[in-house]
T-cell receptor, first 114, second 110 residues
Framework: KAGVTQTPRYLIKTRGQQVTLSCSPISGHRSVSWYQQTPGQGLQFLFEYFSETQRNKGNFPGRFSGRQFSNSRSEMNVSTLELGDSALYLC?????????????FGEGSRLTVL | QKEVEQNSGPLSVPEGAIASLNCTYSDRGSQSFFWYRQYSGKSPELIMFIYSNGDKEDGRFTAQLNKASQYVSLLIRDSQPSDSATYLCAVGGSQGNLIFGKGTKLSVKP
């Protein structure tokens, strides 16, 4: 069974640009959660999608958005990039809601904002 | 704000010893508790979960939960150098997400 796939793995952007990250969950998993990981703040929850609906959103500005498609694949978008957005963005999929069972993480997309 | 607190470490133990990792959480209504292991440069992977008060054992790992004290711990017996990693405590939030601690870095010395 294929794991969670995230693309791209690495990317470099400049301030003010926007970026779109993609996540393909494990087949059959309906929940996709996104987390931002930085050395100072650790793993912080961005949002969760379940059956194409955003079920929960973390404490991030509106520049961070996402969506989920009918095949459960998910994308997140960050607009008007800031230096502080440099981080590892992790996608995780699960069979049920993200707070009740095992989250399977992808390898992450490492974003550097210059 | 709901929080999960862990000592950042590093926690250093000799090979073969017991490593004890601790975590406290603020949301008294939390019902699910997880320990993830993250090797350097890799993504987190689940090693234990616990839902009820008491101990849960899986091989060399034991998770302990005390809801009254809002305390979760992970014991690693017969620690191996391959156990060297950052251990993340996570608590199920009421709105469908996991709330992670910042992690404890464990170093097992041969």
């Amino acid at each position: 069974k294929a794991g969670v796939t995230q693309t791209p793995r690495y990317l470099i952007k400049t301030r003010g640009q926007q970026v779109t990250l993609s996540c393909s969950p494990i087949s059959g998993h309906r929940s996709v959660s996104w987390y931002q990981q930085t050395p100072g703040q650790g793993l912080q929850f961005l949002f969760e999608y379940f059956s194409e609906t955003q079920r929960n959103k973390g404490n991030f500005p509106g520049r961070f958005s996402g969506r989920q498609f009918s095949n459960s694949r998910s994308e997140m978008n960050v607009s008007t990039l800031e230096l502080g957005d440099s981080a590892l963005y992790l996608c995780a999929s699960s069979e049920g809601r993200g707070n009740t069972g095992e989250l399977f993480f992808g390898e992450g997309s490492r974003l550097t904002v210059l | 704000q709901k929080e999960v607190e862990q000592n950042s470490g590093p926690l250093s133990v000799p090979e073969g010893a017991i490593a004890s990792l601790n975590c406290t959480y603020s949301d008294r209504g939390s019902q699910s508790f997880f320990w993830y292991r993250q090797y350097s440069g890799k993504s987190p992977e689940l090693i234990m979960f616990i839902y009820s008060n008491g101990d849960k054992e899986d091989g060399r790992f034991t998770a302990q939960l005390n809801k009254a004290s809002q305390y979760v711990s992970l014991l690693i017996r017969d620690s191996q150098p391959s156990d060297s990693a950052t251990y993340l405590c996570a608590v199920g939030g009421s709105q469908g997400n996991l709330i992670f601690g910042k992690g404890t870095k464990l170093s097992v010395k041969p």
